[in-house]
DNA sequence: TACTCGTGGAG
DNA sequence: TCTCCAAGAGT
């Protein structure tokens, strides 16, 4: 391996062909450190609208610290792994307490910050301040175990530490930004997961794995294990003015702080399902509530779990126990709060019930 | 270390 | 339909 030819095709490739993207117009630290979460686990094509909407109110890190987590998490809705953005303003926070408002540029300070891991790290510090650290995702250890031949399981954690000491060795001094962001570009557009495009490859002249023919054979990544299902029966509850009955998921787990409709996981037989809500709500809240007819049948799934949702309408006579975590709204207030996609598809459900 | 934590799209 | 995923981090 000729590391400078190397570097410099990489490079000459990333300027040519790398996508126009909204997070590339400026190398404002508080902007690349949103798209890198925001890019965490989640398509490119998926974050482009929730990237300028989130940048668009709220523009800086001040912003971003004095802003209601209800709105930030609304501003979130339906982007998944909803911890992030409450892992953000957190660290904002402190940017803006502990740093005068200015995203730290050394590893030590940076990697302190809730949220941010040694891939975000490395990525803000080479991309906003020029540091040669490594950046390691999914793209880049796919990528280098091909090039460089590389065995190790990726879906192990500890292999990532093997990919960081290669780049450490193979990154450019001169432009440690261009030089990441390549690696996770080549393994967006040409070293793809299935089918690489090899002959389009600007560096495969440099890969073992194609010289070898087995670029098809990498990256080594065992599967993983099958989701457990989970029934949950879920009611929306009107009460007498035909307002709606909602509640906040608890501040720590799935779907943390977010909001939803009543509901209860069911380990009874169908036919005692609905007995099963009503007798939950007079437990949890002393409600008496009475349950109606079943309104759909949803099945959500998540990346380790399955809810197989019965959702029904029904309504609320009386409850006892009125907590920061219930809330009574009429159906267009309803939108101001931020709801997980499967208890949105309740509420589609509900609304079609009417027609 | 292995598991938790979302979602919508591709093959 | 089913599987795997896509710029990972927290516990």
């Known amino acids: 391996m000729n590391i400078n030819s190397f570097?410099?095709?990489?490079?000459?490739?990333?300027?040519?062909?790398k996508r126009d993207l909204p997070w590339r117009k400026d190398q404002d630290p508080y902007k690349v450190w949103v798209s890198e979460i925001m890019l965490q686990q989640t398509r490119v094509d998926t974050v482009i609208p929730y990237f300028q909407r989130f940048i668009e109110q709220f523009p800086t890190i001040q912003a971003l610290s004095e802003a209601d987590e209800e709105i930030v998490l609304k501003a979130w809705e339906g982007l998944g792994y909803y911890s992030?953005?409450?892992?953000?303003?957190?660290?904002?926070?402190?940017?803006?307490?502990?740093?005068?408002?200015?995203v730290p540029n050394n590893q030590k300070e940076i990697s302190s910050l809730k949220g941010v891991g040694p891939y975000t790290a490395g990525a803000i510090l080479?991309?906003?301040?020029?540091?040669?650290?490594?950046?390691?995702?999914?793209?880049?250890?796919?990528?280098?175990?091909?090039?460089?031949?590389?065995?190790?399981?990726?879906?192990?954690p500890s292999t990532r530490k093997i990919f960081e000491e290669a780049v450490r060795q193979l990154i450019s001094h001169d432009n440690p930004s261009y030089f990441n962001q390549a690696l996770m570009e080549l393994g967006a557009l040409i070293c793809t997961p299935t089918s690489p495009s090899c002959?389009?490859?600007?560096?495969?002249?440099?890969?073992?794995?194609?010289?070898?023919?087995?670029?098809?054979?990498?990256?080594?990544?065992?599967?993983?294990?099958?989701?457990?299902?989970?029934?949950?029966?879920?009611?929306?509850?009107?009460?007498?003015?035909?307002?709606?009955l909602i509640h906040k998921r608890p501040n720590t787990g799935l779907l943390a702080n977010l909001w939803e409709?009543?509901?209860?996981?069911?380990?009874l037989p169908f036919e005692h399902e609905k007995d099963q809500l009503k007798n939950a709500f007079k437990i949890d809240y002393d409600a008496d509530v009475q349950i109606d007819e079943m309104i759909g049948q949803i099945e959500h799934i998540f990346s380790h779990l399955t809810w197989n949702i019965n959702a029904y309408k029904g309504s609320i006579q009386s409850i006892?126990?009125?907590?920061?975590?219930?809330?009574?709204?009429?159906?267009?207030?309803?939108?101001?709060?931020?709801?997980?996609?499967?208890?949105?598809?309740i509420l589609k459900k509900y609304k079609e019930s009417f027609t």
């Open 7 to 17: 570097q410099q095709d990489l490079i000459t490739w990333f300027k040519a062909e």
């Open 199 to 244: 002959l389009l490859c600007p560096v495969r002249e440099h890969c073992d794995a194609f010289n070898e023919g087995t670029q098809n054979e990498l990256p080594v990544k065992t599967k993983n294990k099958k989701n457990r299902h989970v029934r949950i029966a879920a009611a929306v509850l009107t009460d007498k003015d035909g307002r709606i």
């Open 261 to 267: 409709f009543l509901n209860v996981e069911v380990m």
């Open 126 to 156: 080479s991309i906003a301040y020029g540091v040669p650290e490594p950046a390691v995702d999914g793209n880049v250890m796919r990528v280098l175990s091909r090039i460089l031949s590389i065995w190790g399981d990726i879906a192990k």
């Open 84 to 102: 992030r953005v409450r892992n953000l303003q957190s660290a904002v926070k402190e940017v803006h307490e502990k740093y005068e408002g200015k």
């Open 320 to 345: 006892e126990k009125e907590t920061e975590e219930l809330k009574f709204v009429t159906i267009s207030e309803i939108e101001q709060y931020a709801f997980s996609v499967s208890h949105q598809k």
